[in-house]
């Protein structure tokens, strides 16, 4: 059974951090490239950042500089870590494997003082 495990969400002010995680399971993420996404209240699902299995990476314009994804694959775990955060970062993140149709169920986070 493939699973997505999605942590790290909270609540958290204007301007600061936090490191979010995606550990697979009967899954293999060296495989895949990584995305992170979010669907923020009203809004569509969006692709914030992705990484290649050679570990190249993309960002959305709205998060670049800020944000920041990475990979182990010996834990088989993504990370973004997002930094400067902005009221307009709230949503569920959720993490997906390109190509494999499995998506975590996501962590929300909520940006606000």
């Known amino acids: 059974q493939v699973q997505l495990v999605e942590s790290g969400g909270g609540l958290v002010q204007p301007g600061g951090s936090l490191k979010l995680s995606c550990e697979g399971s009967g899954i293999i993420f060296r495989h895949f490239a990584m995305g992170w996404f979010r669907r923020a209240p009203g809004k569509t699902r969006e692709l914030v950042a992705q990484?290649?299995?050679?570990?190249?990476?993309k960002y959305d314009d709205s998060v670049k500089g800020r944000f920041t994804i990475s990979r182990d694959n010996i834990k088989n775990t993504i990370y973004l870590q997002m930094n400067n955060l902005k009221p307009e970062d709230t949503a569920v993140y959720y993490c997906?494997?390109?190509?494999?149709?499995?998506w975590g169920k996501g962590t929300l986070v909520i940006v606000s003082s």
């Open positions: 990484i290649e299995s050679g570990g190249s990476t």
């Open positions: 997906g494997a390109f190509r494999s149709g499995y």
